[in-house]
C-alpha cells in the first residue's frame, strides 16, 4: 500500500488545519490508518487512528481538539486539527497497519509539514 499526505501549512496558533492521507495498492488487511508526528527534536509520536468501522483513538495532547475521519470508498482518512498549538509544530506522518500472520506491519506516507506560529 501506498500513502499519499497532503494538507500541511502555516498556520496561526488558535486557527485550524486539515491533513489527508489517500491509500493506493491493496487495502487487504488494513486494519487500521492514522497519523504520527515528529517535532524539532523530538521522536516520532502517536497523534490518532481510526479503524475501518469508524472507531478512533487519540493521544491525549490531542483529544478535544484533533478529529480522525475516513472515507472507505475514496481510502482516504482525514485529520481536522483545531485549536492549533506551538507545540503541534511537527512533521505529520500517515500510517497504515496491515495484519500479517500474527503480526503486525507498518506502512508510512512521506509525511507533511505543520507549522504553528505564536
Known amino acids: 500500500v501506498q500513502l499519499q499526505a497532503s494538507g500541511g501549512g502555516l498556520v496561526q496558533a488558535g486557527g485550524s488545519l486539515r491533513l489527508s492521507c489517500a491509500a493506493s495498492g491493496s487495502q487487504f488487511g488494513i486494519n487500521a490508518m492514522g497519523w504520527y508526528r515528529q517535532g524539532p527534536g523530538k521522536q516520532r509520536e502517536f497523534v490518532a487512528a481510526?479503524?475501518?468501522?469508524?472507531?478512533?483513538a487519540y493521544a491525549d495532547s490531542v483529544k478535544g481538539r484533533f478529529t480522525a475521519s475516513r472515507d472507505n470508498a475514496k481510502n482516504t482518512v482525514y485529520l481536522q486539527m483545531n485549536s492549533l498549538k506551538a507545540e503541534d509544530t511537527a512533521v505529520y506522518y500517515c500510517?497504515?497497519?496491515?495484519?500479517?500472520?500474527?503480526?503486525?506491519?507498518?506502512?508510512w506516507g512521506q509525511g507533511t509539514l505543520v507549522t504553528v506560529s505564536s
Open positions: 481510526i479503524s475501518r468501522d469508524g472507531t478512533t
Open positions: 500510517n497504515a497497519k496491515r495484519s500479517v500472520m500474527s503480526t503486525m506491519v507498518d506502512y
